[in-house]
């Protein structure tokens, strides 16, 4: 980035959260990604935009780490102390801004591996305009309305949802005039905007950009940036156990018995399918079943092995992993397994993309709960690679 003397474009970098979800020792820009920090990575991105002045919010007592991350980069940069909340954080951002900053990016830094073509795009449309401008990627989940009690009230139409990203673009007067007008927090820069009567268009986030929260956000992100000789396969085991008493007919294995006595569980009960989940999980670093699939999410109540198993397929890829293998043995009295065993492989191979799938099973010789016919154990081994 070539330093200009009269700059038309800042980016404010909001580094300034204290990341209580992601649990990472420190602040959550300051966590480390592989030898680097989750700001310096998110820098990388910013410093590639054409940008002459970036400011980054931080803590209290982590500037000079900002320094550190930023320098040898060339161009103004600012390191401020943020507020309580990000709208103070951002103001703190703008009042440091030279007199001739026209236009104001703001960046999570924890949306780390934001690709510069995305800040490249937003800048086009302030080019062209716009006052306000975010990237944004279409939701592709099923979104369920859900009261206070869990219990879901309606379907949302997700063709008419986006998921917000930053960088999130601005005139600088727009922002300002938007920040000391506020008399409530939003969750966002655009909302801020928004509120305040002012037009905000779209234009294409990315996948990468996603915003890292929790520790599987982490581990994804980490996966993202490995070294690709670092990212050898990886085993996992996984276990689940589940008591007969639920209602319906029975699932296991990715199979409805039919006449035989249901799992209880939040979905299915599918002990077969858990465990793979949880094997799969482990051996990419991703958390387990419960981080992924808890109580907390409703889509999942009453799901089957389908779409358990899709899923973390799915969080695998993002992570850059897919599946090589899976082996798993049901330890249980009930069902007999042996004239559906090449059933259920093929029907849980299917919703691992094609993997193959190994499953075996056996009693306990009348020894403990399973023996006693009161449910069923499951226990898996799986193999990731590298994509």
């Given at each position: 980035?070539?330093?200009?003397?009269?700059?038309?474009?800042?980016?404010?970098?909001?580094?300034?959260?204290?990341?209580?979800?992601?649990?990472?020792?420190?602040?959550?820009?300051?966590?480390?990604?592989?030898?680097?920090?989750?700001?310096e990575?998110?820098?990388?991105?910013?410093?590639?935009?054409?940008?002459?002045?970036?400011?980054?919010?931080?803590?209290?007592?982590?500037?000079?780490?900002?320094?550190?991350?930023?320098?040898?980069?060339?161009?103004?940069?600012?390191?401020?102390?943020?507020?309580?909340?990000?709208?103070?954080?951002?103001?703190?951002?703008?009042?440091?801004?030279?007199?001739?900053?026209?236009?104001?990016?703001?960046?999570?830094?924890?949306?780390?591996?934001?690709?510069?073509?995305?800040?490249?795009?937003?800048?086009?449309?302030?080019?062209?305009g716009?006052?306000?401008?975010?990237?944004?990627?279409?939701?592709?989940?099923?979104?369920?309305?859900?009261?206070?009690?869990?219990?879901?009230?309606?379907?949302?139409?997700?063709?008419?949802?986006?998921?917000?990203?930053?960088p999130?673009?601005?005139?600088?007067?727009?922002?300002?005039?938007?920040?000391?007008?506020?008399?409530?927090?939003?969750?966002?820069?655009?909302?801020?905007?928004?509120?305040?009567g002012?037009?905000?268009?779209?234009?294409?986030?990315?996948?990468?950009s996603?915003?890292?929260?929790?520790?599987?956000?982490?581990?994804?992100?980490?996966?993202?940036?490995?070294?690709?000789?670092?990212?050898?396969?990886?085993?996992?085991?996984?276990?689940?156990?589940?008591?007969?008493?639920?209602?319906?007919?029975?699932w296991?294995?990715?199979?409805?018995?039919?006449?035989?006595?249901?799992?209880?569980?939040?979905?299915?009960?599918?002990?077969?399918?858990?465990?793979?989940?949880d094997?799969?999980?482990?051996?990419?670093?991703?958390?387990?079943?419960?981080?992924?699939?808890?109580?907390?999410?409703?889509?999942?109540?009453?799901?089957h092995?389908?779409?358990?198993?899709?899923?973390?397929?799915?969080?695998?890829?993002?992570?850059?992993?897919?599946?090589?293998?899976?082996?798993?043995?049901?330890?249980?009295?009930?069902?007999?397994?042996?004239?559906r065993?090449v059933?259920?492989?093929?029907?849980?191979?299917?919703?691992l993309?094609?993997?193959?799938?190994?499953?075996?099973?056996t009693?306990?010789d009348?020894?403990?709960?399973?023996?006693?016919?009161?449910?069923?154990?499951?226990?898996?081994?799986a193999?990731?690679?590298?994509?």
């Amino acid at each position: 980035m070539t330093p200009s003397p009269s700059p038309r474009l800042a980016v404010i970098v909001v580094a300034a959260g204290s990341g209580t979800r992601l649990n990472g020792g420190a602040p959550k820009a300051f966590v480390a990604l592989d030898d680097r920090a989750i700001l310096e990575h998110s820098l990388d991105g910013v410093f590639a935009a054409p940008s002459a002045h970036v400011v980054v919010v931080v803590p209290d007592g982590y500037e000079d780490a900002a320094r550190t991350a930023a320098g040898g980069r060339g161009g103004r940069v600012h390191v401020v102390v943020g507020g309580r909340t990000r709208q103070e954080s951002v103001a703190a951002g703008l009042a440091v801004l030279e007199p001739s900053v026209e236009f104001v990016l703001v960046h999570d830094a924890a949306r780390a591996l934001t690709p510069v073509a995305v800040f490249e795009r937003v800048i086009d449309a302030l080019e062209q305009g716009a006052p306000a401008v975010i990237p944004a990627v279409p939701v592709v989940d099923t979104i369920k309305r859900v009261d206070d009690d869990g219990i879901i009230v309606a379907a949302v139409d997700r063709s008419e949802l986006a998921a917000a990203q930053t960088p999130q673009g601005f005139r600088r007067d727009v922002l300002e005039a938007a920040v000391v007008a506020a008399d409530a927090d939003h969750t966002d820069d655009a909302a801020l905007v928004a509120a305040a009567g002012h037009t905000v268009v779209t234009v294409a986030g990315d996948a990468n950009s996603f915003k890292i929260t929790t520790a599987p956000d982490l581990e994804r992100a980490r996966g993202l940036v490995a070294p690709r000789h670092a990212m050898i396969p990886r085993i996992g085991i996984g276990t689940d156990v589940h008591g007969f008493g639920g209602e319906g007919t029975l699932w296991l294995a990715g199979l409805e018995w039919p006449g035989e006595q249901a799992l209880s569980g939040h979905s299915d009960g599918d002990a077969v399918a858990h465990a793979i989940v949880d094997a799969l999980l482990a051996a990419a670093g991703l958390g387990d079943i419960g981080t992924h699939f808890g109580t907390d999410r409703p889509e999942f109540s009453g799901a089957h092995a389908e779409a358990f198993l899709s899923h973390t397929v799915e969080l695998l890829a993002a992570a850059g992993w897919r599946v090589g293998n899976v082996s798993v043995q049901v330890q249980a009295n009930r069902p007999r397994f042996a004239a559906r065993r090449v059933e259920s492989e093929r029907a849980l191979s299917a919703a691992l993309g094609g993997a193959p799938v190994s499953v075996s099973a056996t009693t306990t010789d009348g020894l403990g709960f399973t023996g006693r016919t009161e449910g069923v154990a499951a226990f898996a081994t799986a193999l990731v690679v590298p994509l």
